[in-house]
């Protein structure tokens, strides 16, 4: 049985994730009102009248039933709030998790910080949760996030096809991925450790 744990802070020399509260709200609503083109590919944008407390109030009631865990992240090389990431659809019957709704403020960016925060997060999935399979979901239109994805050492399994709304308007393909448990001790954790070298 997987554990659900209360506080959890995952870090390293560059990155620090802990729990997302609503006082965060301060540290992320910035990025809505001056960055908003950072959601152009998800499925709801915090960025629209005034989402970005409604976003945190859900992910944080997501994590009090134990259906998510959403995490803020902080670049200890800027001092500064970079973004969010999360856990979800956490199953423990079957070990196993997505890991998405990842996103970060333009100047994080290509900078390594979300190879970091991936580490932290895949280790902890794998290595104490002990989930089988970690799966990743992405617009697949979304081409910077899924070359990021693939970088990281995530496998592409195939397109679920018109799957979802679209925040612009339609429907989007989604584009499915995924690291299991063996690869991740195979090859994926050193390949990442080493990018991050």
């Keep these: 049985m997987i554990s659900f744990p209360s506080n959890l802070v995952l870090e390293n020399e560059r990155a620090l994730l802990r729990p997302l509260l609503q006082d965060d709200l301060k540290y992320l609503l910035p990025f809505t009102e001056?960055?908003?083109e950072i959601w152009t590919y998800s499925a709801s944008s915090p960025a629209i009248n005034g989402g970005m407390a409604a976003y945190i109030d859900h992910a944080v009631r997501q994590r009090d039933l134990q259906k998510e865990y959403p995490f803020i992240i902080f670049d200890k090389t800027s001092g500064s709030y970079a973004g969010s990431s999360r856990f979800y659809d956490i199953q423990p019957g079957y070990s196993t998790t997505q890991l998405g709704y990842t996103w970060y403020?333009?100047?994080f960016q290509r900078t390594g910080l979300n190879r970091h925060c991936k580490?932290?997060?895949?280790?902890?999935?794998?290595?104490?949760?002990?989930?089988?399979?970690?799966?990743?979901?992405?617009?697949?239109?979304?081409?910077?996030?899924?070359?990021?994805?693939?970088?990281?050492g995530c496998t592409v399994e195939g397109i679920m096809r018109n799957n979802m709304?679209?925040?612009?308007?339609?429907?989007?393909?989604?584009?499915?991925?995924?690291?299991?448990?063996?690869?991740?001790?195979?090859?994926?954790?050193?390949?990442?450790?080493?990018?991050?070298?």
């Design 34 to 36: 001056q960055e908003p």
């Design 105 to 107: 403020g333009k100047k």
């Design 119 to 152: 580490l932290l997060m895949l280790t902890f999935a794998f290595e104490q949760w002990g989930m089988e399979r970690v799966e990743f979901r992405a617009d697949a239109k979304n081409l910077r996030s899924v070359d990021a994805m693939k970088n990281i």
């Design 165 to 197: 709304p679209s925040a612009t308007g339609g429907r989007r393909d989604s584009i499915v991925l995924s690291i299991l448990k063996k690869e991740w001790f195979d090859s994926v954790k050193k390949n990442l450790q080493e990018k991050i070298r």
